[in-house]
Nanobody, 122 residues
C-alpha cells in the first residue's frame, strides 16, 4: 500500500520561509499527480498546491498563490517551498498522490500520512 511521510515543518516567524518534503513509497508513482493540503484546528482540510505527473499543470489555492511553490523532486518525492509565511498559514500540512489528474478535494483521498506541523508566529 501507499505510504506517505511528510517532513520539514517547524516554528517560523511571520515573513519567513520553510520547505516541506514528502516521500511516497509502496508503488511506482510515475503517472501520479501530487498535491499538498493543510488543516488548521477547527477547520476543514483544504487544498494548498498540486502538480500533474508531468508538470504540465501547477495549481495553487488563492491564499498561497505567489508565495508557495510545489516541485517534483524525483519519481517518489514532492516539495513545497513556502515563502512570506503568515500566521494564518499555521496548520498540519499533508501530501497526497493520485493516479491520473490532480484531485483538489481532500475528501476524495483514501489514505493520509501523519502530516508535518507548521507554526507561524506573529
Amino acid at each position: 500500500q501507499v505510504q506517505l511521510v511528510e517532513s520539514g515543518g517547524g516554528l517560523v516567524q511571520a515573513g519567513g520561509s520553510l520547505r516541506l518534503s514528502c516521500a511516497a513509497s509502496g508503488r511506482s508513482f510515475t503517472w501520479y499527480a501530487m498535491a499538498w493540503f493543510r488543516q488548521a484546528p477547527g477547520k476543514e482540510r483544504e487544498f494548498v498546491a498540486g502538480r500533474s505527473w508531468n508538470g504540465d499543470t501547477l495549481d495553487y489555492a488563492d491564499s498561497v498563490k505567489g508565495r508557495f511553490d510545489i516541485s517534483r523532486d524525483d519519481a517518489n518525492s514532492v516539495s513545497l517551498q513556502m515563502n512570506v509565511l503568515k500566521p494564518e498559514d499555521s496548520a498540519v500540512y499533508y501530501c497526497n498522490v493520485h493516479l491520473g489528474g490532480l484531485l483538489k478535494d481532500p475528501k476524495k483521498y483514501d489514505y493520509w500520512g501523519q502530516g508535518t506541523q507548521v507554526t507561524v508566529s506573529s
